[in-house]
């Protein structure tokens, strides 16, 4: 029952309650056993299922009748996801009783595969009917046309009904007859021909040039030819023009004010004109033992390549393309080029190109001015919607996270703790989305700040395994933490070592097929000094002794001896180490190839008071208990017209500090005008009336608090709003949305 791996349930036949499932039921859905008892078949169905509720209850009554049901339905595991399941339902006797026995199959990858194959055949359905050349399928063995694409109608000049149940023969559209034995012969020698030049009849007995691909392929199990012909009647016209005049032409070409040269297909030059020469600063001697891609930076030799297959595939011939030219002397230029392929005897032998000089014209455009206006205006709108988006966003955010914080501390109902944990993972998710956006003006400066706070390591685990588990689950790995020492703590930045465990658990979980994937986090004490020990140990593909040394290297993936199988820049692992070291850390890898690897992250930690030990020496960090002995409590301030961070704040603080608070800069200085505070917090977006920066420059008139902590907490958090702000007199700066530990930590660097 357990080691099949399908998904089985056994139902009551007349309640239709789950009475058992199997492990692959309790895998594939994600609830345990006990869970699944209490479940419906509705609570495991998707939302976007495509048959009704009625059709449903109709399959079961069906099989609870003794007639098996087989159809396809969409499911739901426990944690949202959606999947297209089989289900096989039929009545059983099982252990002397009748029940309903179910038996689902995942079948989401074939599902894919069916809609990319209807999707294919839709395209291509577009594609036949659309394409401007001649596309038709005749059957191999009789020659009958099966079906022609309007392009076909439109060279050929007959309609679909003329042409379909007739061959090429008794339509008599071959002019030359021996065309049509080549064709024949190296379809059935080689099963395919590539750019057969012809010449073909229309139905008003014109005749037009074309250029023939042709394939053999299976059709109904019959054997069919799907042909494609170019018309390419007016490059052929213009080719035998040329060489009617081909004297007259070498003329022309030699004097004319434009670069006109011919390359082989490796891009040799096989002739060159003086503007050429003259443009380049070569001679003819030195060009005509030279190729093109020795005169052309490399970023635009693919361009080239591509630009040269559209030109044998006979597209935007008349379109030109610029490129970068590098002269002789070092020296670029930019150059317009137009070029068609070159005939000798009949034979495409390379391309003909005439290129003009175009560098004074680039420089003096005026679409550059226009652009870079455009830029320097779209700039603008971006800072201004990031800095509206900062002050709306972060200033909510601290009554969904502050709240959250405290009530999940408070609260003894264990379902309750777990609502107020999933707030402040949605509140954390949505304000880790809005440092991403605001980071844009940070990465702009090349300037990382770091936020270091006092930090419980084994909380930031267990929340990024969370947030992988529906990966992990999706890729049938196990994944877990192991916590052989709790409460260690480290001085870090959030974000950043965030940042960390998601790129190694991500890269965990990527490289791993099978297995696991373990976060460890320990405690080593080292001469004296204590160090958090944070392991990423996976099952996965594992790294070679070679590959070691460079996986730190940018741009470099231990993949890349193995084929390049995974996706990404090969930047992550760099970034990680650097960002480690910022944080006075460090990182190395023990791995064997194929039998995983184990990347262990070492901080400096800090030793708790309680222990018995002394804590990491020069540790900037005080419990935070000992501002509970105090004898009495200081009185602080804090203006803010937004009711919640008020409320949030009074709470926060209430067990360290006596807090007042007000909503507007005219009512604090009265307030500072009547009463002694030890520091003020003060908000910087007041409404209407005085702003912070304002209350704050009047408070420093008044006797007494010259030198009186006036601390900006405010929502304002682009680049340059912290020094602005610093530079108008106020003491220190935290941004909005903040935890209550930031603020106690920052009031006791200050009191």
């Given at each position: 029952?357990?080691?099949?791996?399908?998904?089985?349930?056994?139902?009551?036949?007349?309640?239709?309650?789950?009475?058992?499932?199997?492990?692959?039921?309790?895998?594939?859905?994600?609830?345990?056993?006990?869970?699944?008892?209490?479940?419906?078949?509705?609570?495991?169905?998707?939302?976007?299922?495509?048959?009704?509720?009625?059709?449903?209850?109709?399959?079961?009554?069906?099989?609870?009748?003794?007639?098996?049901?087989?159809?396809?339905?969409?499911?739901?595991?426990?944690?949202?996801?959606?999947?297209?399941?089989?289900?096989?339902?039929?009545?059983?006797?099982?252990?002397?009783?009748?029940?309903?026995?179910?038996?689902?199959?995942?079948?989401?990858?074939?599902?894919?595969?069916?809609?990319?194959?209807?999707?294919?055949?839709?395209?291509?359905?577009?594609?036949?009917?659309?394409?401007?050349?001649?596309?038709?399928?005749?059957?191999?063995?009789?020659?009958?046309?099966?079906?022609?694409?309007?392009?076909?109608?439109?060279?050929?000049?007959?309609?679909?009904?003329?042409?379909?149940?007739?061959?090429?023969?008794?339509?008599?559209?071959?002019?030359?007859?021996?065309?049509?034995?080549?064709?024949?012969?190296?379809?059935?020698?080689?099963?395919?021909?590539?750019?057969?030049?012809?010449?073909?009849?229309?139905?008003?007995?014109?005749?037009?040039?074309?250029?023939?691909?042709?394939?053999?392929?299976?059709?109904?199990?019959?054997?069919?030819?799907?042909?494609?012909?170019?018309?390419?009647?007016?490059?052929?016209?213009?080719?035998?023009?040329?060489?009617?005049?081909?004297?007259?032409?070498?003329?022309?070409?030699?004097?004319?004010?434009?670069?006109?040269?011919?390359?082989?297909?490796?891009?040799?030059?096989?002739?060159?004109?003086?503007?050429?020469?003259?443009?380049?600063?070569?001679?003819?001697?030195?060009?005509?033992?030279?190729?093109?891609?020795?005169?052309?930076?490399?970023?635009?030799?693919?361009?080239?390549?591509?630009?040269?297959?559209e030109i044998l595939e006979g597209k935007n011939l008349d379109e030109p393309a610029e490129y970068e030219i590098i002269r002789k002397n070092g020296?670029?230029?930019?150059?317009?080029?137009?070029?068609?392929?070159?005939?000798?005897?009949?034979?495409?032998?390379?391309?003909?190109?005439?290129?003009?000089?175009?560098?004074?014209?680039?420089?003096?455009?005026?679409?550059?001015?226009?652009?870079?206006?455009?830029?320097?205006?779209?700039?603008?709108?971006?800072?201004?919607?990031?800095?509206?988006?900062?002050?709306?966003?972060?200033?909510?955010?601290?009554?969904?996270?502050?709240?959250?914080?405290?009530?999940?501390?408070?609260?003894?109902?264990?379902?309750?703790?777990?609502?107020?944990?999933?707030?402040?993972?949605?509140?954390?998710?949505?304000h880790q989305t809005l440092n991403q956006l605001l980071d844009l003006s940070r990465i702009e400066s090349n300037k990382l700040e770091l936020k270091?706070?006092?930090?419980?390591?084994?909380?930031?685990?267990?929340?990024?395994?969370?947030?992988?588990?529906?990966?992990?689950?999706?890729?049938?790995?196990?994944?877990?933490?192991?916590?052989?020492?709790?409460?260690?703590?480290?001085?870090?930045?959030?974000?950043?070592?965030?940042?960390?465990?998601?790129?190694?658990?991500?890269?965990?979980?990527?490289?791993?097929?099978?297995?696991?994937?373990?976060?460890?986090?320990?405690?080593?004490?080292?001469?004296?000094?204590?160090?958090?020990?944070?392991?990423?140990?996976?099952?996965?593909?594992?790294?070679?002794?070679?590959?070691?040394?460079?996986?730190?290297?940018?741009?470099?993936?231990?993949?890349?001896?193995?084929?390049?199988?995974?996706?990404?820049?090969?930047?992550?692992?760099?970034?990680?180490?650097?960002?480690?070291?910022?944080?006075?850390?460090?990182?190395?890898?023990?791995?064997?190839?194929?039998?995983?690897?184990?990347?262990?992250?070492?901080?400096?930690?800090?030793?708790?008071?309680?222990?018995?030990?002394?804590?990491?020496?020069?540790?900037?960090?005080?419990?935070?208990?000992?501002?509970?002995?105090?004898?009495?409590?200081?009185?602080?301030?804090?203006?803010?017209?937004?009711?919640?961070?008020?409320?949030?704040?009074?709470?926060?603080?209430?067990?360290?500090?006596?807090?007042?608070?007000?909503?507007?800069?005219?009512?604090?200085?009265?307030?500072?005008?009547?009463?002694?505070?030890?520091?003020?917090?003060?908000?910087?977006?007041?409404?209407?009336?005085?702003?912070?920066?304002?209350?704050?420059?009047?408070?420093?008139?008044?006797?007494?608090?010259?030198?009186?902590?006036?601390?900006?907490?405010?929502?304002?958090?682009?680049?340059?709003?912290?020094?602005?702000?610093?530079?108008?007199?106020?003491?220190?700066?935290?941004?909005?949305?903040?935890?209550?530990?930031?603020?106690?930590?920052?009031?006791?660097?200050?009191?």
């Amino acid at each position: 029952f357990d080691s099949i791996n399908d998904a089985i349930f056994i139902h009551d036949i007349n309640t239709g309650e789950i009475i058992d499932a199997n492990k692959k039921a309790i895998e594939m859905y994600g609830y345990e056993l006990s869970k699944l008892q209490t479940l419906k078949i509705s609570d495991l169905s998707s939302n976007e299922i495509p048959y009704t509720q009625k059709e449903a209850l109709n399959w079961i009554n069906n099989a609870a009748m003794n007639k098996p049901q087989i159809f396809p339905w969409k499911a739901k595991d426990k944690y949202g996801n959606s999947f297209w399941v089989e289900v096989n339902m039929r009545k059983a006797e099982i252990i002397g009783k009748m029940r309903l026995l179910v038996v689902v199959r995942d079948i989401t990858e074939r599902k894919l595969m069916e809609e990319a194959l209807i999707k294919s055949e839709e395209l291509f359905k577009k594609a036949f009917k659309t394409s401007p050349d001649s596309i038709n399928i005749n059957r191999l063995d009789n020659g009958l046309y099966i079906d022609v694409n309007d392009g076909f109608c439109k060279i050929m000049g007959y309609s679909r009904e003329e042409v379909i149940g007739k061959t090429s023969l008794e339509l008599n559209v071959w002019v030359n007859p021996e065309d049509r034995r080549k064709l024949v012969k190296d379809l059935n020698e080689n099963g395919v021909i590539n750019n057969l030049e012809a010449k073909f009849k229309r139905k008003d007995g014109s005749v037009v040039s074309g250029l023939m691909s042709a394939i053999i392929f299976d059709l109904d199990s019959v054997r069919h030819i799907l042909s494609i012909t170019r018309n390419i009647e007016e490059i052929i016209q213009a080719r035998e023009a040329l060489k009617e005049s081909e004297q007259k032409y070498r003329s022309l070409v030699q004097h004319n004010p434009d670069g006109i040269f011919i390359i082989d297909f490796n891009g040799k030059f096989i002739s060159v004109n003086e503007a050429v020469i003259n443009s380049l600063g070569y001679t003819e001697i030195e060009l005509l033992d030279m190729s093109l891609w020795e005169v052309v930076p490399e970023k635009y030799r693919a361009l080239h390549g591509n630009r040269f297959k559209e030109i044998l595939e006979g597209k935007n011939l008349d379109e030109p393309a610029e490129y970068e030219i590098i002269r002789k002397n070092g020296n670029k230029i930019i150059a317009e080029i137009r070029s068609v392929p070159y005939y000798k005897e009949g034979k495409i032998i390379g391309f003909q190109g005439i290129a003009t000089d175009i560098t004074e014209k680039k420089k003096n455009l005026d679409e550059l001015l226009t652009a870079k206006e455009k830029a320097e205006e779209m700039n603008k709108l971006k800072s201004s919607f990031l800095a509206n988006m900062s002050h709306e966003l972060r200033t909510p955010l601290v009554g969904i996270l502050g709240f959250a914080e405290i009530l999940n501390s408070e609260l003894d109902n264990i379902e309750h703790k777990e609502m107020t944990s999933k707030i402040s993972q949605s509140g954390n998710r949505l304000h880790q989305t809005l440092n991403q956006l605001l980071d844009l003006s940070r990465i702009e400066s090349n300037k990382l700040e770091l936020k270091m706070t006092e930090i419980k390591i084994e909380d930031f685990v267990t929340e990024r395994i969370k947030l992988y588990q529906g990966i992990a689950i999706k890729k049938n790995i196990l994944l877990k933490e192991k916590i052989v020492k709790p409460e260690v703590t480290a001085l870090l930045d959030e974000k950043l070592f965030n940042q960390i465990l998601d790129n190694l658990i991500n890269n965990a979980l990527k490289y791993t097929n099978e297995g696991e994937v373990t976060v460890e986090v320990n405690e080593e004490f080292i001469e004296d000094n204590s160090w958090a020990i944070i392991k990423v140990i996976d099952t996965g593909i594992g790294i070679s002794p070679k590959d070691i040394d460079i996986i730190f290297e940018e741009f470099r993936q231990v993949s890349e001896g193995l084929g390049r199988q995974y996706e990404g820049t090969g930047l992550g692992l760099t970034i990680t180490k650097k960002t480690i070291e910022l944080m006075n850390g460090k990182i190395e890898v023990i791995s064997k190839l194929g039998l995983g690897s184990t990347f262990k992250i070492i901080f400096p930690s800090i030793i708790n008071v309680s222990s018995g030990k002394n804590a990491r020496k020069n540790h900037p960090s005080e419990n935070i208990n000992s501002l509970l002995k105090k004898d009495y409590k200081q009185k602080i301030l804090f203006v803010d017209n937004d009711k919640f961070s008020r409320d949030f704040i009074k709470i926060s603080l209430k067990n360290f500090y006596e807090v007042e608070v007000t909503e507007n800069g005219e009512s604090a200085i009265q307030k500072v005008n009547e009463s002694i505070y030890a520091a003020i917090l003060m908000d910087i977006g007041l409404g209407s009336g005085m702003n912070g920066i304002e209350t704050a420059k009047e408070i420093r008139k008044i006797n007494g608090y010259e030198t009186t902590p006036i601390i900006a907490v405010t929502a304002f958090a682009m680049k340059g709003d912290k020094e602005k702000m610093l530079s108008n007199g106020l003491t220190d700066y935290i941004s909005k949305p903040f935890m209550r530990q930031e603020i106690i930590n920052l009031l006791k660097k200050h009191i």
